[in-house]
């Protein structure tokens, strides 16, 4: 490619208006708009898997743009009146469509570069977990943008109208909702009944991910793979409507986009658990005695180990054998509405679970306490509030011998109301004699654990559900 002719194709053509349209969208929606890419471990800032993750996910708004910018590219030919002209020219066609392609690539490209730069200094200050899993989710990222871009001046130099930027780009947008709901989605019911939905494959055509619940979720390679050969056969199809002039020769050029449709379809998984898997890397476990984290927070351990010793010195004191013997770092992936993991052996914990977010010192120890004696059975993605929290507030005040405030991130007014449905309760459960105590305790576990009973009621003396 000439260089010269590259230059002047990044002063003069709409190429570096698209690139700092991508660059100042995205860091305004992520710096102004507080959401759950600004929180919690799973934050855009917190580690590299998550940055690159919530970056593919602003390509939901952030793509329809660039395909509309790079059709707004593909009339200006038609605006300058110039097309009869260009054809009377004994210049191959592709040598004339390469530099206003290359230039929309290569600004696009430099700004998720910048993008992937902003969030990457951050999270270098946050986590010493380095790794490289997240340069394919953002080596995709960045052609995806490179080919909504060439598509759309494809688009734009075949069907010459004004209205063709913001039709396609309008049609760009519906295209990702439609990818990202309903014929993107498979209905499968969950544990209590209710239905969920799970990605399938094509949501995964889709330059958009999804939403980052975990910080131990990645892309799988075969996905990486898939997507990779779609927006191949996007790119090959917007390059050769570009430098078609026949109408047959544009028809023709829709063919590399239904190739690479039809291959990246045979690529990617059907399985939802294996789209969205863990990084085996990042759950590794660190460790200090019985208190495990995973290698993705181990500049975290010193904070939880003393608190985790002391809870489970609690709990055998109350429990004696009964009590379990580790606390660890939940990093199983799962599926939204799936029944998270418990152990009678081990205290499972989350960093952003509501019982564990933000919690230190004494607080964190009676947050394990609490988990250990009885684990919620919300489901994965859910938010609850009833007999679980009752039951793990009754019993920490069970376990500790006098009444305590109950941990976790909820209001004040929240933890207020779990106190006072626990406390009643928990009066009660001391005044009886030390063998119906213990008979009530195993019984609330026993419906925690199993999740087919109330764990409050079964403390009050009823028989649960």
């Not at 933000?358 to 919300?378: F, H, N, S, Y």
Request: hydrophobic share 45%; with cysteine.
């Amino acid at each position: 490619m000439n260089v010269p002719v590259l230059r002047t194709e990044l002063r003069r053509s709409t190429a570096p208006w698209a690139g700092a349209v991508v660059l100042t969208g995205a860091l305004a929606f992520l710096y102004l708009i507080d959401g759950s890419w600004r929180h919690g471990s799973t934050a855009w800032t917190a580690q590299w898997t998550s940055l690159a993750l919530w970056l593919r996910g602003l390509l939901f708004y952030l793509w329809p743009i660039t395909v509309g910018l790079g059709a707004l590219q593909g009339l200006r030919d038609h605006r300058s009146r110039m097309p009869e002209l260009l054809s009377s020219i004994p210049r191959p066609a592709w040598q004339r469509a390469a530099p206003p392609a290359g230039a929309s690539a290569l600004a696009l490209t430099c700004a998720f570069a910048l993008l992937v730069l902003v969030g990457g200094v951050q999270v270098v200050a946050h986590t010493d977990y380095t790794h490289l899993g997240w340069l394919p989710i953002s080596l995709v990222g960045a052609l995806s943008l490179v080919a909504g871009a060439v598509l759309g001046m494809g688009v734009g130099r075949a069907l010459p109208s004004v209205l063709t930027p913001p039709v396609l780009g309008m049609a760009a947008f519906a295209l990702t909702v439609l990818m990202n709901a309903s014929p993107g989605r498979t209905e499968t019911t969950g544990p209590d009944g209710f239905p969920t939905f799970e990605p399938n494959r094509v949501s995964l055509l889709s330059p958009a991910v999804e939403e980052v619940r975990n910080a131990f979720v990645t892309l799988s390679g075969s996905v990486h793979l898939g997507q990779t050969l779609w927006l191949l056969g996007l790119t090959a199809t917007g390059f050769a409507l570009l430098i078609a002039a026949a109408p047959r020769t544009r028809l023709l050029a829709v063919t590399p986009a239904l190739a690479g449709a039809v291959l990246a379809l045979l690529v990617l998984p059907a399985d939802p658990q294996r789209m969205y898997v863990a990084d085996e890397g990042a759950v590794a476990p660190v460790c200090d005695g019985p208190v495990c984290v995973a290698r993705l927070h181990r500049e975290r351990l010193a904070e939880v180990a003393g608190p985790g010793k002391e809870a489970l010195r609690l709990l055998h004191r109350a429990l004696g054998e009964d009590a379990p013997a580790a606390v660890r770092e939940n990093t199983s992936v799962q599926l939204s509405g799936t029944t998270p993991p418990r152990s009678r052996k081990t205290v499972l914990f989350g960093f952003d679970e509501d019982l564990f977010s933000g919690t230190k010192g004494k607080d964190l120890t009676r947050a394990l306490v609490a988990q250990g004696m009885a684990p919620e059975c919300t489901p994965v993605g859910w938010s609850g509030f009833g007999g679980d929290q009752f039951a793990q507030a009754a019993a920490l005040d069970w376990v500790l011998g006098r009444p305590v405030t109950f941990p976790g991130t909820g209001s004040e007014g929240l933890r207020h109301d779990i106190d006072a449905e626990a406390r009643p309760v928990w009066r009660k459960l001391r005044a009886l004699p030390r063998d119906e105590q213990l008979s009530r305790i195993e019984a609330m576990r026993a419906a925690a654990f199993s999740c087919e009973g109330d764990p409050f009621d079964a403390l009050k003396g009823g028989a649960g559900r």
